[in-house]
């Protein structure tokens, strides 16, 4: 549906990415500066990068080999900028009527028809200074989809917003898209919006691409140390393989020897390769000792609560490990993320050792490009 | 009492504000939004009336448009010529107030973020609809006020009106020359009586625009 390559290069930044979507979400996800928004611009026509091409729906858009760049007019692109950029000194009605053409009558329809989708018919004579911030999105959105476009555009659009608000959008907007088929592009830098959001995710950092994909499998599976970064990923080790058979990957890690069995191992991995090997903080699990016996499977350590992060719903530990250690060099070896009940339930501010399991479903090893 | 000075000055004024309105407007935006050499210069260029003692303006403008220099035959030879006559004292007062006008006009189209107008793009209009339907209304109060100031400065001109149109009771003196031939003629109580005419008038005119640009407003 719609097909993205640019180009372009100055001062320091090079942004060069392409993209494919079809009647879907896709999420960019990067963090701010990693040039998310230009892109977002260049395919509304608002920013002309310096090569590439652009095309919709079978439209070319912008082509910089055949010197075609279509003004914004005739892009027929819904865009929504950070901050909605209502018309000021336009009722709610004008403005989603901003883009329609046609009888008096039939536009007034129309608005009428969008402001029940976003839910704002009552608001329609208000000015956008009178509305909250949810509000002011909905009517942002209302007026991107007047104009019928063949692509959605929304730039951080929630990010300005409470979290019930927040929350309330987010599934707004996915029955929108769902409602219209229409191809959307969502740029966001937050990853819960981004995993609810997404059909599929697109992790962007300094004007690249580093892994488009299902949001589960870039969460899970992040193809290169940054994407791991900026999943969230927070036990990221430098190891090497050491025996590769039927059962999985043995893999060297500080002073300890790691099984690794992840969905899909990394093709071509050999005994003696550098790998970042990679271990969500919430797939480590806190073993009861009556319940050792069913963990046998998985890589068992024994360790101690060092110190640890309360984030309200959920507490980070930082773990020590006893015997050998993943980090030597630091002051403790693995970060494990529990739920607060969990926290409350197994009294973790007094008892402060546990045998933690890794399941080896839950090691995820990047090969280390370029590196012996 | 002579009413001639009155109604020469409210024409003068008015036509001067007229021409400053539509260059102002076009000038400011140049300025506001776009992007081309010489920029830093013009901008200069037009503020320099404000600085400059209104005679050495007159000057500059006796020289440029008097029977001597060529837009000055060009003129005769139309049968419009511009010195010492009221359409003198409309260009004298027009470029004396002019700068007024462009700097209010360029702050106002400043103020207007251009991601409203690059939205209204992506919603299918055109330059000139995007121009009318939001830069130019969200601009509108700052395009006022500068009218307003403008409007003010030029009927009070006095030098630079002197130097290109003269004092030709009758035919080309405006209230401020009024105010001044009365005086050096030791009339002061008529004096009197055309500054507070004067002083009254021009504060009943600014508060008409402001009421009007509240209007606008609302």
């Not at chain 1, 987010?170 to 229409?182: A, E, N, P, V």
């Not at chain 1, 550098?274 to 360790?303: F, K, S, T």
């Not at chain 1, 992060?309 to 530990?317: K, W």
């Not at chain 2, 010492?84 to 004396?96: N, P, Q, Y």
Request: aromatic share 6%.
């Amino acid at each position: 549906m719609l097909e993205v390559e640019v180009r372009h290069v100055w001062a320091g930044f090079r942004l060069e990415l392409s993209l494919n979507i079809s009647r879907e979400i896709l999420v960019l996800f990067g963090r701010s500066g990693a040039g998310k928004t230009l892109t977002l611009r260049a395919v509304a026509g608002l920013f002309r990068p310096e090569a590439g091409h652009i095309v919709l729906g079978g439209r070319v858009l912008f082509d910089s080999k055949a010197g075609v760049n279509l003004p914004p007019q005739a892009r027929r692109v819904g865009y929504v900028p950070q901050g909605y950029a209502l018309f000021p000194h336009l009722s709610v009605f004008d403005n989603v009527a901003y883009g329609l053409r046609g009888k008096p009558e039939e536009v007034r329809r129309q608005v009428f028809e969008l402001l029940d989708l976003v839910g704002l018919r009552e608001l329609a004579d208000r000015r956008p200074q009178q509305l909250s911030g949810g509000q002011q999105q909905r009517v942002a959105l209302a007026r991107a989809l007047a104009v019928r476009p063949e692509v959605l555009l929304l730039d951080e659009p929630l990010s300005a917003l409470d979290v019930p608000t927040r929350l309330e959008l987010q599934g707004l907007i996915r029955d929108l898209q769902r409602q219209f088929g229409i191809p959307t592009l969502f740029v966001t830098h937050n990853l819960a919006e981004a995993m609810f959001l997404a059909d599929r995710l697109a992790v962007v950092d300094r004007g690249r691409l580093l892994q488009v994909g299902p949001p589960k499998e870039v969460l899970n599976r992040p193809a290169q140390l940054e994407a791991a970064h900026l999943m969230g990923v927070r036990n990221i080790f430098h190891g090497r393989v050491s025996l590769v058979s039927e059962g999985g990957l043995r893999v060297r890690v500080g002073e300890r020897d790691l099984l690794a069995r992840p969905a899909a191992t990394p093709a071509g991995l050999r005994p003696g390769d550098p790998v970042w090997v990679c271990v969500r903080a919430e797939r480590i699990a806190l073993v009861l000792p009556e319940r050792l016996h069913r963990a046998a499977d998985a890589n068992l350590v024994l360790g101690e609560i060092t110190r640890e992060a309360d984030y309200g719903l959920a507490s980070v530990l930082y773990f020590r490990l006893t015997g050998p250690r993943l980090s030597p060099n630091r002051d403790y070896d693995l970060e494990v993320e529990v739920p607060a009940y969990v926290h409350e339930r197994l009294r973790l501010d007094r008892v402060r050792t546990w045998t933690l399991a890794v399941d080896p479903e839950a090691v995820h090893l990047i090969p280390q490009a370029g590196a012996v | 009492m002579d009413w001639f000075p009155f109604v020469l000055s409210a024409q003068v004024a008015t036509l001067a504000t007229g021409l400053n309105l539509v260059a102002g407007v076009a000038l400011g935006w140049a300025l506001a939004r776009g992007r081309f050499p010489g920029r830093d210069l013009l901008a200069a260029l037009t503020t320099v009336p404000l600085v400059l003692p209104p005679t050495v303006l007159g000057y500059y403008l006796l020289v440029a448009l008097g029977r001597t220099s060529p837009i000055g035959q060009a003129l005769d030879a139309l049968g419009v010529p511009l010195v010492f006559t009221w359409r003198g004292a409309v260009v004298a007062s027009a470029v004396a107030s002019f700068p007024l006008m462009v700097q209010s006009c360029r702050a106002a189209f400043e103020g207007v973020d251009p991601e409203l107008e690059q939205v209204a793009r992506t919603l299918g209009r055109s330059e000139l609809e995007v121009f009318r339907t939001i830069t130019l209304p969200l601009a509108g109060r700052g395009i006022l006020a500068g009218t307003v100031l403008a409007f003010a400065r030029a009927l009070g001109d006095f030098g630079a009106t002197l130097m290109v149109a003269g004092n030709i009771p009758g035919r080309t003196q405006t209230l401020a020359i009024a105010v001044y031939d009365t005086v050096q003629a030791g009339n002061l109580g008529l004096a009197g009586v055309l500054v507070a005419v004067l002083t009254a008038f021009s504060i009943l005119s600014l508060l008409a625009i402001q009421r009007l640009g509240r209007r606008l407003a609302a």
